[in-house]
Nanobody, 114 residues
Framework: QVQLVESGGGLVQSGGSLRLSCATS????????TNWYRQAPGKQREFVAA???????TYADSVKGRFTISNNNAKNTAYLQMSSLKPDDTAVYYC????????WGQGTQVTVSS
C-alpha cells in the first residue's frame, strides 16, 4: 500500500514563504510524474505544478515565479517551495503521483493572511 503524506502547511502572512513536503515509502517520484494541486474554499481543485520523470517542470500562470517543485529521491520526498504568498493562495494543497488517476495525498492546509 503506497501512501503520500503531506506536511508543512500552516498560517503565514502575505509575502511570506512555506515549503510543503510530500513523503512516500518507495521510489514513486522517480517512476511517475510529480504534481501539486490545491482547492480553495468553495472552488474546485486546480493544478498548481508538475514535474515529469525527465525533470521538465510546468506551473500554473498564477504561481509562476513564486513556486518551485522539486524531488529528493534519496529521501523519497517531493517538495513545493512557495514564496511571495498571497491571500488567494489560501487552499488545501495536495501532492500527487501519476496524474489525476494516480496516487493522492491527504492534503495540508495553507492559510495566508492579509
Amino acid at each position: 500500500q503506497v501512501q503520500l503524506v503531506e506536511s508543512g502547511g500552516g498560517l503565514v502572512q502575505s509575502g511570506g514563504s512555506l515549503r510543503l513536503s510530500c513523503a512516500t515509502s518507495g521510489s514513486i517520484f522517480s517512476r511517475y510524474s510529480t504534481n501539486w494541486y490545491r482547492q480553495a474554499p468553495g472552488k474546485q481543485r486546480e493544478f498548481v505544478a508538475a514535474k515529469t520523470i525527465s525533470g521538465t517542470t510546468t506551473y500554473a500562470d498564477s504561481v509562476k515565479g513564486r513556486f518551485t517543485i522539486s524531488n529528493n529521491n534519496a529521501k523519497n520526498t517531493a517538495y513545493l517551495q512557495m514564496s511571495s504568498l498571497k491571500p488567494d493562495d489560501t487552499a488545501v494543497y495536495y501532492c500527487n503521483a501519476g496524474g489525476p488517476a494516480g496516487i493522492w495525498g491527504q492534503g495540508t492546509q495553507v492559510t495566508v493572511s492579509s
